[in-house]
């Protein structure tokens, strides 16, 4: 069955809204960011923060214009776990042990592909509905979007921090980041400041990917006994 041209007019008009336009530049800031990562790290580092705006940017957006979709919400989260997993496959080539990085980036996407997929078997509207969880620090982290943009900046400022720190693909984690604690300056006080936040971000992916994982588990419970 042919669609109406009234049904592609309205869907073009989602595509085009002003947060997925945004969305859109900043899919090309990063494609542009990570084809210069190797050869300019000021560029990079820059590119890749900019990006990193966007993300608040688009979602400001969104909610001023009545510009709201689940299409904005996927690509959104899509960019951001793409970039970020592909940050952290690079300083996984830069740093030893290398493997750290890695756990990360398979932390980072077990968690929120599930808490996307049991979102939608749940029939919520969107992944950050947790109010009817049990544990205190998962709602607090999605309840206070201050708090959550802490979080979430400090993960990306630690990242580009070891990034620029890089000099060699023999790098000691441990060593670079211990050395640059020791000094006084605009890098060691970012790092300070940041940690707290970065670890507060990796117990929520657990927490999510466990909570995340016992819905769907439920699910199927719950499926079960209907039949």
Known sequence: MAKKPGQRSSK???YLYIPNIIGYIRVLLN??????CLTNKILFSFLYFLSFVCDAVDGWCARKFNQVSTFGA???MVTDRISTACLLVVLSQLYKPGLIFLSLLALDIASHWLQMYSTFLTGKAS???VKDSSNWL??????????????CVSCEVIYLILFYLAESQTEKLVDVISNNLQKISLLSLLIGTSLFGWAVKQI??????KTAADACVLYDIDKKHKN
């Open 12 to 14: 073009l008009s989602v």
């Open 31 to 36: 494609c542009f960011a990570f084809s210069q």
């Open 74 to 76: 996927v690509l959104d």
């Open 127 to 129: 992944h950050k509905d």
């Open 138 to 151: 998962f709602r607090a982290y999605y309840g206070n979007r201050m708090f959550m943009a802490y979080c």
């Open 204 to 209: 929520i992916n657990v927490i999510q990917m």
